[in-house]
């Protein structure tokens, strides 16, 4: 544990999200259902599984949303998937 490194986890503590985030209404259904959030949210799955346990809360917080995304959860995962290109370039 001595030469172990201590990392940062995506999910900040004044981030929150919630169902009243999610589509409301038939425009907002009609238009995520352009938005591919269930296939990003197998795609962090993976990672999380395969490279990257320390986003294990975060895909599980995403992944509340899957039936009903919304604007910001979608925004949210493209920002973590961005978050995760960019730590691993950093490598």
Known sequence: MENAKA???PLTTHFKL?????SSNEIEKTDMQRVSYASVVGSLMYVM?????DIAHV???VSKFLSNPGREHSDWCFNLTVQIVEKSSEQ
């Open 7 to 9: 990392v940062s986890t």
């Open 18 to 22: 919630s169902a009243k985030q999610s």
């Open 49 to 53: 599984v395969c490279t990257r346990p």
């Open 59 to 61: 895909v599980g917080t």
